[in-house]
């Protein structure tokens, strides 16, 4: 079996962990990530991968789904459980839209099924960190009584913290912006996703549903059945 690899050294843009017990589906994820300036760490299984995420602390995680023992779904639902909110992008042979839904409610960033591209998976990686960290200065948003500020990248209710993955802040940040608007689930994903041609409605969808539920009944978000979605500052 693969052995854990010793994290690259001297990182400019923060350490990934690849969890892929594939060496070769590995090796060729480290040698872009690492030409790209990150720093590579490789855990073959799904158990190494939670004992180092505490440790190592990275930036982001490339998370197969098929693991020997604890799959890539139990992986990421754990770190979700313990409010560990480090950006998961899913990868998986499997071509089926369940396992993109379960990945995605379970708190996923991003979902790319072999085979792939791996300068598609370095240009993604990159997306969902700009996501995450967003910049300062770039404003605080009010609706009802949700608060949004894209500064700091952070939602709350009266006050009280929410805790969001970074493409549910970017789809309630976008709908805040523009109060009242309506947007359909194609210009949600050509917006917020960037690339509409590898997600489908149901994306959003499942996107909308955990935000709903996280803000629960304080959510303005609305649901124009048939077109799409958009904010008000009153309840669903």
Not at 172 to 194: D, I, T
């Amino acid at each position: 079996m693969e052995q854990p690899s010793t994290p690259d050294a001297t990182p400019s843009r923060g350490l990934v962990m690849i969890v892929e017990d594939e060496r070769a589906i590995a090796d060729v994820e480290r040698l872009y990530l690492s030409q790209a300036g990150f720093g590579v760490h490789v855990e073959p299984t799904g158990e190494g991968a939670l004992e180092r995420v505490r440790s190592l602390r990275p930036v982001a995680v490339v998370l197969d789904v098929g693991l020997p023992g604890i799959d890539g779904i139990e992986v990421c639902r754990r770190m979700r459980t313990q409010e560990d909110w480090t950006p998961i992008i899913f990868v998986t042979a499997r071509d089926e839209e369940v396992d993109m839904l379960l990945g995605l409610e379970l708190g996923a960033d991003d979902y790319m099924t072999k085979p792939f591209s791996p300068r598609e998976l370095v240009t993604r990686l990159k997306t969902v960190l700009r996501r995450s960290t967003g910049a300062p200065g770039s404003g605080v948003l009010r609706v009802g009584s949700v608060t949004l500020d894209r500064g700091s990248r952070t939602v709350s209710i009266d006050g009280s913290a929410v805790e969001l993955t970074a493409r549910e802040f970017d789809v309630l940040a976008f709908l805040m912006a523009s109060p009242g608007r309506v947007f359909s689930r194609e210009q949600l994903l050509s917006s917020v996703w960037g690339q509409a041609s590898y997600a489908g409605g149901r994306t959003v969808d499942v996107h909308i549903a955990q935000l709903r539920s996280k803000l629960g009944d304080d959510s303005p978000i609305r649901t124009l059945r048939g077109v799409g979605y958009s904010v008000d500052g009153g309840r669903t």
